[in-house]
């Protein structure tokens, strides 16, 4: 059967036809239009997306119609709507009763994506196979109006294209009655990696697909093949969601910071990190611990980068952040104020204010704070020896034998 809409703003035509059932004259078909349906699996129960693709091969178009017919004893038709691909400045006329979908637009494009998104409800006692999602044709329905079409789509000048439709299916396959997680908690230090694995139940199950999601991304992650990766100390959940039957299963992760140390020695400009001599400073080559008022003060940056945390700073007239695992450190070059967020109860962290010994100040151009803030605030361990005036920075707490073989260490460096 061979349509040509009439003139005018095809949009509002489509919509006019449905209520007059205005017969369509014939036209001349141009091109070719494919329309694909997708093919998935369920479970009973299930609710499910199936794609509706259409490729016009280069064709310009603005006007296209299709129906899908479904077995409602098997599936009930819940939702159709459009997708970005063809949403403009008319929204598509759709009948979830009939599955039908009818979209119209001045601007004329051409399309080959998904353009429209049909939800179904599985029904619960479904019999396990496929069901038919079939794309009708014209000629299985009787009457010429637009209302009574089948699968149609125009182009700029009104004239129908040849379509071609590829019928889809929702297969109805065995659900899982329950998923494992394994293993289901898991401590990790802060950069390292781990694999979870799920068990189905039972294992025969045909598709023992999962999606995964985690409660605290800024804790651990877990990407779509079960791998963890702990960012910093805290505590998530990862979820594991079977696709057919939308069972779930959880892993607790809590991450620690990893274990690390960093020896230092007063007004010099080497350090021990994790055993291994490295300059405090490639770049500004005074870099050292030094005293003020008393205080031993520490370059931060160093300090702080080397243990696996961050600093953000500007300029001089900027705050300086400083943070480290659930601890962040904000304050202000010649400030003893300094204020403290802690993150590990509260997400929107616990706010404080801290007074410094001695203000943080600014040397040779690297920010120096207070050992006391460094070992006390940021949640580091900090041990200073009298005698050869050696600095160690660690975590987790070092014990008295471990601290003597850091310093006899660092006595080979310098």
Known sequence: ??????????ALALMLSLLTGMAMPASAEVGTAILSVANIQAGTGDTVVVNVSLNTQGTKVKGIQFQIKHDKNVLTLTKIEETSLISGSISPVTDVSKGRFIFGDTRSKAYNGVIAQYTYKVSAGAAIGKSSLEVVKDDKIVGTSLEELGFCVYDV???SLTTTASNGSVTVIAAPTQIAVTPATLSLKAGQKSNLTVAFTPSTVPNQTVSWKTSNAQVATVNAAGQVTAVKNGTATLTATSLIGKKTATCKVTV????????MRMNKTKAVLNGKQ????????????????GRTMLPIRFVATKMGGSTKYISDNDPITITYGNYQLVLKIGSKTMTKYDYSVNPNGVKTNVTLDVAATKRSGRVYIPLRAVGEELGFHVHYDNTGKYIIVSNPKMSSAVINARIAEAKKYF
Request: without cysteine; aromatic residues 14%.
């Open 1 to 10: 059967m061979k349509k040509k809409l009439f003139s005018g703003v095809l």
């Open 157 to 159: 000048d009104d004239n």
């Open 278 to 293: 490295v300059n405090i400073d490639d770049t500004f080559t005074q870099t050292y611990p030094f005293t003020v008022s």
């Open 256 to 263: 620690s910071m990893a274990s690390s140390y960093v020896t």
